[in-house]
């Protein structure tokens, strides 16, 4: 907008750029390939968004006002930054069409989706490729609002979540479980925290709500983290630190702090050097999938190339 909150029409500069070139109306018009009449309209348009006349009119051939001579290398300029960002804007787009777009929760990110997708590209040319790392909530959201082509995250088949009541396509890729873990007692004890100690509360590191293990955990462990609609716990248990980070609840149940399910494929080295053990029998383990969700419509010829090859695949086979 210009003085008085006129709009300003792009058309106008170039008409303006080529009577400054030839400075005769008649050939400008003839350039710009429009009317004598409408090119003289919209240049008296422009001098009245800018506010002053930029060309002499008792001049021939019409000379630019001095005004008009301080207006044409800015205008130049403005026209050239505008051209370049339209190609780079193209560009992106480009790029982004034939990018693999992924939503990844945060501990697949780390755990399962490297390897994974190393597997994949053995076997197809995928090309560039841009991942989101957050959590399960946020990568529904990302899905829904179709910003991403694929969402990778841990589900259940008896916790249904956003992306399966919108009858997202989804691919079961491979299996993990969510282990009750604490940190030791001493050197080769056991848990230092155990859902099977009767005598004090059990301290326990919980899923946040916008975590897809929290939603998970909420509803199958319900006698640790329910509503308190079902019995708890008979020693009782108390949630002393809440993250929806799987990684930062590992870190504070390898400093003493509780216990935390935590996907085995997280922990695999910290069990194997005992540096996190069972804080419980396996009846507390809780099964989950790795699964991967796509968009409903149809997508660019990458990422439909990439769903194809993933049907094809075993569950379970690579990322692993």
């Known amino acids: ?173 491979s299996d993990d479980v969510l282990l009750p873990v604490s940190a030791p007692q001493g050197a080769g004890g056991g848990a230092m925290h155990s859902l099977e100690a009767a005598d004090a509360p059990v301290s326990v590191l919980a899923y946040s709500e916008p975590s897809g293990l929290g939603r998970i955990m909420r509803a199958r462990m319900r006698q640790v983290f329910g509503d308190g609609s079902v019995p708890t716990l008979p020693q009782g248990v108390e949630t002393v630190f809440t993250a929806h980070h799987a990684a930062l609840l590992k870190a504070m149940a390898l400093e003493g702090r509780g216990v935390a399910w935590l996907p085995k494929s997280l922990i695999a080295a910290e069990l194997k050097t005992g540096a996190l053990v069972a804080a419980a029998s396996a009846e507390w383990n809780v099964p989950v999938e790795i699964r991967l969700y796509r968009q409903r419509a149809e997508m660019a010829p990458a990422a439909e190339a990439l769903w194809a090859l993933v049907q094809e695949r075993p569950p379970g086979s690579g990322g692993r």
Do not use: Y
Request: with cysteine; net charge negative; hydrophobic share 45%.
């Open 1 to 173: 907008m210009g003085p008085g909150n006129r709009p300003l029409d792009l058309e106008w500069l170039e008409d303006f750029l080529a009577l400054a070139e030839s400075g005769n109306f008649s050939r400008a018009a003839q350039a710009r390939n429009i009317a004598q009449p409408a090119f003289s309209r919209h240049i008296r348009a422009l001098e009245e968004w800018v506010g002053v006349d930029l060309f002499d009119r008792s001049a021939h051939p019409a000379a630019l006002t001095a005004a008009g001579r301080r207006f044409q290398p800015l205008l130049e300029d403005t026209l050239a930054r505008l051209e370049s960002a339209r190609i780079k804007a193209r560009a992106a787009h480009d790029q982004a069409a034939a990018s693999l777009l992924f939503a990844a929760t945060h501990v697949l990110s780390l755990t399962f989706f490297p390897q994974w997708l190393g597997g994949l590209e053995s076997q197809l040319r995928l090309g560039p490729i841009q991942t989101i790392s957050d959590s399960f909530h946020a990568c529904e959201d990302l899905a829904l609002q179709r910003r991403v082509q694929f969402v990778l995250c841990h589900g259940h088949p008896e916790v249904p979540g956003r992306l399966d009541e919108a009858e997202f396509p989804m691919l079961r890729l």
